[in-house]
């Protein structure tokens, strides 16, 4: 019997072809700029601009002394640089903080034309697709929600799902209760910036026992130059109660860099469970590391009552940098928290990015599967802290890092911290890093498969894991779009 | 005449930089299914992945010919699509791709190389069932990730398999025997059988006459120190089994 093991496992030639069919680059597929009259600010930032924000949106006093309270805060910090990115400085006063279309919008039926076609090419049709798909969504176009659909089937079951500026009309007592309990405006540098200057986003409200029937879905798109998305999400699920939100971002090719620091507060009562799920495609730079967005993003759901549970999972492969850590905060006993991840770099891009599990309360279990993929120059950092507080007892977190390295100029970092101060808890830590495999690539070649595909596969299967966690319809867009970001790599 | 299926000249060829064949000749007509056989370390499997284009091994003097065409330029896709298929000696695991979902990617990459329309979810897996019972692979295999924790028998199973579904003109099959079970000897080698015809040409690599008894070469070759040092029919191999390849030199 032969007992020569297989000798093809060294990296060689196969890997230069590799590293050769990397710097081929694909043109991002999403970038087209709608042409379109629109209400921008003149850049620049300074109470005037605050009020401005306010008063275009009818807001309340409170909701005006709550940004200006952010904004007298923001501007006594220093923003972060402990992260593992490099990029140009941020001129704060060179951006644009509103810009909105110049109609004024009542339902779908009045959005303009154009709109809806970025939205047709972003694949994403708000008419009949979303009908057929049973996907609601509520549609970002730069700062002002554009249209909400399905809100009619929603208000039946007593679920709120709107814009968050229609929220702070309609519902003003939520809002005031939730907003910021999550994320308190001090927490850090984007996040007072966002609680400061924020135009829009989505707001979530189910009520107890209630059981959403459909996927909830936003997407956000940057498309004038110079404007900043400051988005900001709330949701709330009451006891008993489940949702599934999905958000995707997309923008549009340009020279300059652009900034987008959304938050997204979470909160989970009583048996409740919140999952949410990104696709993050937001235009990464071309191949040189000219343009794209920074992508600074404040995620966090607390786990209030007991056995609720908070899921997130985000397949990000856009963005130049991207700086995010999608956390729970575990105060109910029993509550469950867990962070899917998918991060795909490729040419400059840079990814610093993971999740805080924070357990405060006895019995609560974490679980975190990170999946990085740095091809080209991309730079890729997971970071992640699974801290277990004095009352968590019996506490306990699995966490699986697994890096993929596709050619020679590509970076995987991983930084878990842990802080543990319950002597009963349980931390299990699993990591690896790979290069994609010869013999696997060779493997699906012999069979016909071209390289690209192999390649894709390969990754995907990767994946897998983090996948399986998207809803069925997202499963197959994030496998596209993974195809898409690694045509840029892979031929 | 026909024109050769597969034709080697000579052929000299290096793996990191270190010669391992040092002439090789050998015609594969259509319908001819030939016997490799020698000791560990001859460069048997190194010949089959020369034939299927891996990269780490490179030819370095003489040529290849696949129907009359050089194909040393081909890259390992395209012989694959032009009908060249390899059962692995060491079958690859491929972690979260399920078999269905490689070898329908498979499957159809080679049906739009001939211009065939390409197989739907529900044809392919008529196909595929068919051909799982033909080879006696387990049923569940299909579903679950390519090769990935497979017992060394069901690597073996799933190449033949594969090469049933993908039906090549050329078959190389690296120890296909070594792993099965006497059971499993025989349905895979009556798989193997049954996709003999008077087009498609085999390559038997093997160290064992069990498998030859089932699968009857019409040819058998000794390869050992980097060439073909004797050949001869079917009859070569049992004076392998019963004198070794010392007596043979
Ligand atoms: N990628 C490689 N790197 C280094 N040496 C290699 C490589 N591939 C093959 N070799 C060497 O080439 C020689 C021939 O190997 P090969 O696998 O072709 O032998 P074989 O005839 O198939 O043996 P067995 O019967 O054990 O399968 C061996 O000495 C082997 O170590
Ligand atoms: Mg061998």
Not at chain 1, 85 to 108: G, M, N, R
Not at chain 1, 345 to 353: C, E, G, P, V
Not at chain 1, 456 to 481: H, Q, T, Y
Request: proline residues 4%; aromatic residues 8%.
């Amino acid at each position: 019997m032969s007992s020569q093991p297989d000798v093809s496992s060294r990296p060689s030639s196969g890997q230069a072809e590799v590293d050769e069919i990397l710097d081929q680059h694909d043109e991002y597929k999403y970038g087209f700029v709608t042409d379109m009259e629109q209400d921008v600010l003149p850049p620049g930032l300074d109470e005037s601009v605050i009020r401005f924000i306010s008063a275009k949106k009818d807001e309340p006093e409170w909701l005006l002394e709550w940004r200006l309270k952010a904004f007298a805060a923001w501007q006594k910090m220093e923003e972060p640089n402990w992260q593992f990115v490099t990029y140009a400085d941020i001129d704060y006063q060179a951006i644009s903080y509103f810009a909105a279309p110049k109609k004024k919008l009542e339902s779908i039926d009045e959005v303009d034309p154009e709109i809806l076609e970025t939205f047709e090419k972003l694949g994403i049709p708000l008419h009949e697709r979303a009908a057929l798909a049973g996907v609601a969504v509520d549609a970002v176009f730069d700062s002002v929600s554009v249209a909400t659909t399905f809100k009619d089937k929603l208000h039946d079951l007593g679920i709120i799902f709107c814009s968050i500026s229609e929220a702070v009309r309609e519902h003003p007592e939520l809002v005031r209760q939730y907003l910021g309990t999550v994320v308190p405006v001090t927490d850090n540098y984007f996040a007072a910036l966002n609680s400061a200057v924020f135009t829009d986003g989505s707001f979530v409200y189910i009520p107890k026992g209630v059981k959403c029937p459909m996927e909830l879905s936003t997407y956000f798109r940057i498309n004038a130059a110079n404007t900043g998305q400051f988005e900001r999400t709330l949701i709330i699920a009451d006891e008993s109660s489940y949702v599934s939100y999905l958000e995707g971002c997309t923008a549009p090719v340009r020279k300059e860099n652009q900034l987008h620091a959304a938050v997204v507060e979470l909160v989970a009562h009583t048996d409740a469970k919140i999952k949410y799920s990104t696709v993050q495609n937001w235009y990464p730079g071309d191949k040189d590391g000219n343009g794209g967005i920074y992508n600074f993003v404040t995620k966090r759901g607390v786990c209030e009552g007991d056995r609720s549970h908070i899921s997130w999972t985000q397949v990000e492969t856009g963005s130049a940098v991207t700086w995010k850590y999608p956390s729970c905060v575990l105060k109910g006993e029993n509550s469950v928290g867990e962070f899917y991840s998918v991060a795909l770099t490729n040419n400059h891009q840079q990814a610093d990015t993971g999740t805080k599990m924070v357990h405060l309360g006895k019995g609560t279990t974490s679980t975190i599967v990170s999946k990085g993929i740095s091809a080209g120059k991309g730079q890729q950092t997971y970071r992640g802290l699974v801290s277990i507080g004095p009352k968590a007892h019996n506490a306990r977190n699995h966490t699986q890092c697994d890096s993929l390295l596709l050619g020679k100029e590509c970076g995987a970092h991983t930084f878990p911290y842990v802080d543990v101060r319950n002597a009963s808890a349980v931390l299990e830590h699993e990591a690896s890093t790979s290069k994609i495999s010869e013999d696997q690539l060779f493997y699906a070649m012999q069979r016909g498969l071209s390289e690209e595909d192999a390649v894709s596969m390969i990754v995907n299967g990767f994946c897998k894991e983090v996948f399986k966690e998207l809803p069925m319809e997202f499963a197959v867009e994030a496998r596209k779009l993974l195809e898409v970001s690694l045509e840029g790599a892979v031929g | 005449m026909t024109t050769p299926l597969l034709e080697l000249k000579n052929v000299h060829a290096s793996v990191a930089g270190t010669p391992i064949l040092k002439g090789v000749n050998l015609v594969v007509n259509p319908g001819e299914v030939h016997a490799i056989m020698g000791p560990n370390g001859a460069g048997k499997s190194t010949l089959s992945k020369l034939i299927t284009g891996h990269p780490d091994y490179e030819l370095t003097e003489g040529q290849i010919l696949y129907k009359g065409e050089d194909i040393a330029e081909m890259e390992p896709d395209e012989r694959a699509r032009a009908g060249i298929f390899m059962s692995f000696q060491y079958p690859v695991e491929i972690p979260g791709v399920s078999t269905s979902f490689f070898l329908k990617a498979a499957v159809n990459a080679s049906r739009r190389e001939r211009g065939e329309p390409e197989l739907d979810a529900m044809d392919f897996l008529k196909v595929a069932r068919t051909k799982m019972k033909q080879v006696g692979m387990p049923g569940d295999l299909l579903h679950r990730a390519v090769n990935e924790g497979f017992s060394g028998g069901e690597k073996k199973k799933n190449e033949i398999f594969q090469m049933a579904m993908l039906e090549p003109t050329l078959a190389v099959l690296d120890e296909t025997d070594s792993g099965l079970d006497v059971d499993a000897l025989r349905t895979i080698s009556e798989g193997v059988n049954a996709m003999r015809n008077d087009e498609r040409g085999m390559v038997v690599i093997t160290h064992y006459q069990r498998l030859l008894d089932h699968i009857v070469p019409d040819f058998t070759h000794i390869l050992a120190g980097g060439k073909i040092v004797k050949s001869g029919g079917a009859d070569l191999a049992k004076q392998v089994e019963a004198s070794g390849y010392e007596g043979l030199a």
